[in-house]
């Protein structure tokens, strides 16, 4: 009798427990979601023409928001990050500087002048950049340097 009993509670009824994986797809996606909307993916463009400098106490940058970079060659041209425009002269750093402050500071912010060099080239050049980020305000410098060859 107690068999009969374990028998049917055992018995097959053809309905399978199985489990409503749409909720769960739905999380999925909604975290996929959140991560691309919360991530912040910045790519830096390195000039070719450049072999930057060595520095024993190089530390890497704290944050990649704000970050306007300035490439100085070894002939002294003043380069954008994009690698392509080059700036004429001292003018035209100083008004892609302004420019490219109040953009970093309309997204709220703080901008910092990110200097990168040739290793050879003379300090003139790099002076050249800081006191044009001076001129328009910028407060912060960075230089960019490798911390091992």
């Known amino acids: ?3 009969d009993r374990l028998r049917a509670v055992n018995k097959d009824d053809g309905e ?3 489990m409503d994986m749409s909720p769960m797809i739905d999380m999925v996606f909604l975290l996929l979601l959140f991560f691309l909307v919360v991530s912040n993916p910045k790519t ?3 000039d070719p023409n450049l072999t930057p400098s060595v520095a024993e106490n190089a530390q890497a940058a704290k944050s990649k928001n704000g970050k306007i970079v300035v490439n100085v060659r070894d002939n002294g041209d003043f380069v954008k990050e994009d690698t392509k425009s080059l700036m004429a002269d001292g003018a035209a750093l100083r008004e892609y500087l302004k420019a490219e402050k109040e953009r970093v500071e309309s997204k709220g912010n703080e901008p910092v002048l990110h200097i990168r060099s040739d290793k050879e080239v003379e300090f ?3 002076q050249r950049v800081i006191k ?3 001129t328009v305000g910028l ?3 960075a230089y960019a340097a ?3 060859e």
């Open 146 to 148: 490798f911390n091992k």
């Open 44 to 46: 830096i463009k390195i």
């Open 1 to 3: 009798m107690a068999s």
């Open 139 to 141: 407060k912060q410098v």
């Open 132 to 134: 044009a980020g001076a």
């Open 16 to 18: 399978s427990a199985e």
């Open 124 to 126: 003139k050049y790099v």
